[in-house]
C-alpha cells in the first residue's frame, strides 16, 4: 500500500494549491480518505475526512470555505484544494486514512509554506 501525496511548495498569502494523493494497493472506495497537517512545534491535526464512503466531507474550522477536498475515482487520487491561503496553513501535509478508518494508513507528507 502507497499513498503518494505531492503539490506542496511555497505560496504566497492569499495563493492557492493544490494536492494530490494517489493511492495504490487499495481503491478509493475501500477506505475513508482525508488530510492531515502537522505545523512546526504543534500537534497534528485532521485537516479534512470524506465522512462514511460518501462526499460528504468534514473539514477543520479553520479551512472552511477555503480547502475543497475531491476525489477521481479512475486515476484512485483523493485532492486537497487549497485557496486563500494564510501563513498559519503553513505545515507538512499527510493524505491518511481517516474516520472510521482513522490510523490505518498514512502516506509521506509534503511541505505547505505559506510565506511572503
Known amino acids: 500500500v502507497l499513498l503518494q501525496a505531492s503539490g506542496g511548495g511555497l505560496v504566497q498569502p492569499g495563493g492557492s494549491l493544490r494536492l494530490s494523493c494517489e493511492v495504490w494497493?487499495?481503491?478509493?472506495?475501500?477506505?475513508?480518505l482525508g488530510w492531515f497537517r502537522q505545523a512546526p512545534g504543534k500537534e497534528r491535526e485532521g485537516v479534512s475526512c470524506?465522512?462514511?464512503?460518501?462526499?460528504?466531507?468534514y473539514y477543520e474550522d479553520s479551512v472552511k470555505g477555503r480547502f475543497l477536498m475531491s476525489r477521481d475515482n479512475y486515476v484512485n487520487t483523493v485532492y486537497l484544494q487549497m485557496n486563500n491561503l494564510k501563513p498559519e496553513d503553513t505545515a507538512v501535509y499527510y493524505c491518511?486514512?481517516?474516520?472510521?478508518?482513522?490510523?490505518?494508513?498514512w502516506g509521506q507528507g509534503t511541505q505547505v509554506t505559506v510565506s511572503s
Open positions: 494497493g487499495f481503491t478509493l472506495d475501500d477506505y475513508v
Open positions: 491518511a486514512t481517516c474516520g472510521i478508518d482513522y490510523g490505518t494508513y
Open positions: 470524506f465522512k462514511n464512503h460518501d462526499d460528504n466531507t
